[in-house]
T-cell receptor, first 112, second 111 residues
Framework: KAGVTQTPRYLIKTRGQQVTLSCSPI?????VSWYQQTPGQGLQFLFE???????NKGNFPGRFSGRQFSNSRSEMNVSTLELGDSALYLC???????????FGPGTRLLVL | QKEVEQNSGPLSVPEGAIASLNCTYS??????FFWYRQYSGKSPELIMS????GDKEDGRFTAQLNKASQYVSLLIRDSQPSDSATYLC???????????FGAGTRLFVKA
């Protein structure tokens, strides 16, 4: 099976812009979770989607949003970028009963 | 109190020794427990999952879970320099809807 894929892998934006990141889960997986990882804060949960519905959300401002499509692919959007949004954004998919998560390679976002 | 706590390290062990990584979690209805390994600049990869009290062994790795003490650990036997990485403990709650990660423990295995 192909693994989780994320695009783009690297991105440079300036403050105030918006960005959209994409995640394709493992075939058959219906749950997609998004995380932000920074050196100071570790891996922080953003939100989780299952069958196009957001089931859970972390403590991030409304500038961070996401959605999931009928084919389970997911996108996350960050509007009005801030310098502090520079991070590695990771997507993870799961499909088993115990919710084991498998991560994609991540998108590294740099905000200048 | 953080929901999932790990000693940030770094933990340094000589090659061939046993590395012991520990994780505690807050008192909620915890479903599943996971250990991930993350090399610098890479994404986390799953090493072990454990769901019930006791030990679970997979090759050189042993995960130990004690729900009464809210404690999960990972033992790495015969540590190799290639085991040098950050190890993340993760706990799954809320019926599987949310997974919380610890900050990770950096492990160095000296040749």
């Amino acid at each position: 099976k192909a693994g989780v894929t994320q695009t783009p892998r690297y991105l440079i934006k300036t403050r105030g812009q918006q960005v959209t990141l994409s995640c394709s889960p493992i075939s058959g997986h219906r749950s997609v979770s998004w995380y932000q990882q920074t050196p100071g804060q570790g891996l922080q949960f953003l939100f989780e989607y299952f069958s196009e519905t957001q089931r859970n959300k972390g403590n991030f401002p409304g500038r961070f949003s996401g959605r999931q499509f009928s084919n389970s692919r997911s996108e996350m959007n960050v509007s009005t970028l801030e310098l502090g949004d520079s991070a590695l954004y990771l997507c993870a998919s799961s499909g088993g009963s115990q919710e084991t998560q498998y991560f994609g390679p991540g998108t590294r976002l740099l905000v200048l | 109190q953080k929901e999932v706590e790990q000693n940030s390290g770094p933990l340094s062990v000589p090659e061939g020794a046993i590395a012991s990584l520990n994780c505690t979690y807050s008192d909620r209805v915890s479903q599943s427990f996971f250990w991930y390994r993350q090399y610098s600049g890479k994404s986390p990869e799953l090493i072990m999952s454990i769901y019930s009290n006791g030990d679970k062994e997979d090759g050189r790795f042993t995960a130990q879970l004690n729900k009464a003490s809210q404690y999960v650990s990972l033992l790495i036997r015969d540590s190799q320099p290639s085991d040098s990485a950050t190890y993340l403990c993760a706990v799954n709650w809320d019926g599987g809807f949310k997974t919380i990660f610890g900050a990770g423990t950096r492990l160095f295995v000296k040749a």
